[in-house]
């Protein structure tokens, strides 16, 4: 059955390949051999083609591909006051290659001004007629990536804090979405799904963690993000 609104009956999540021209662009900035403004040019234009491949093909949920992002979800977080990523030692080894790897950590009482991408999903928005989606990751992310040993223990005595400044940093970021336009926001990775691998649990409870609390404190922060979203919203 046809669906006017969201979620429609076949729609994408997360990032798309890369044009050879932006990945090359992208290069080119790492070098300083371009501006962010020129850089923000050509990825205008990766997107604009992806928005009209994407309307071609029939969909009424249209993203931008994730193309201004590095990392699906170190990009949106590293953006929130108090946390900051760093170089990681390791690297993950895909099919065809290695991706360099970042570590992620709270260093400072987490808060949320207007998040950049807000203006990235306002750019996607002007230039389609369908519905504009968008795909942050999940409060959860934060602390299953990085667990007790991410977070300042001079900034967070105890995590029931960082639990609640986290999702109160949420809900200001789903409201300035809504506020930009957006009415379909996914958020991407809830973890849920690790808490019931036995291999995962162990490493949980390895770290510190009780599995078993879990599932209450990431529903918590989750809820946190979305209660003050406006009725007939994603």
């Known amino acids: 059955m046809f669906r006017a609104t969201p979620p429609f009956r076949a729609d994408h999540v997360g990032s798309l390949l890369r044009p050879q021209y932006l990945k090359d ?3 080119r ?4 051999d371009i501006s962010v403004e020129q850089l923000r040019d050509i990825e205008d234009r990766a997107i604009q083609e992806l928005i009209a491949k994407q309307e071609a093909i029939g969909l009424r949920g ?5 193309f201004r992002r590095s990392f699906w979800h170190l990009d949106f977080l590293e953006k929130l006051s108090g946390i900051e990523s760093y170089p990681a030692e390791q690297s993950l080894q895909f099919k065809g290659g290695q991706a360099k790897v970042k570590g992620i950590r709270v260093t ?5 001004g207007l998040h950049p991408m807000i203006g990235d ?5 002007a230039n389609t007629n369908q519905t504009a989606k968008v795909s942050i990751p999940s409060p959860s992310v934060l602390h299953y990536r990085g667990g007790r040993r991410a977070v300042s223990e001079s900034v ?7 639990y609640h400044d986290l999702g109160q940093a949420y809900k200001k970021v789903v409201g300035d979405f809504g506020a930009a336009g957006c009415k379909y926001l996914q958020l991407d990775d809830v973890n849920f799904t ?6 995962q649990r162990q490493m949980l409870r390895t770290r510190g963690d009780d599995p078993d609390r879990l599932p209450d404190i990431y529903a918590d922060m989750i809820n946190a993000a979305i209660s003050g979203r406006t009725p007939g919203c994603g």
């Not at 400072?108 to 949320?112: D, H, K, L, P, Q």
């Not at 690790?194 to 291999?199: A, I």
Request: aromatic share 14%; glycine share 6%.
């Open 25 to 27: 662009a992208r290069a």
């Open 29 to 32: 900035r790492e070098r300083g």
């Open 62 to 66: 249209i993203t931008d591909g994730e």
């Open 108 to 112: 400072s009482r987490i808060e949320a």
């Open 121 to 125: 999903f306002s750019f996607l928005r």
């Open 156 to 162: 967070y005595p105890t995590m029931d804090q960082f």
């Open 194 to 199: 690790y808490l019931c691998d036995s291999e």
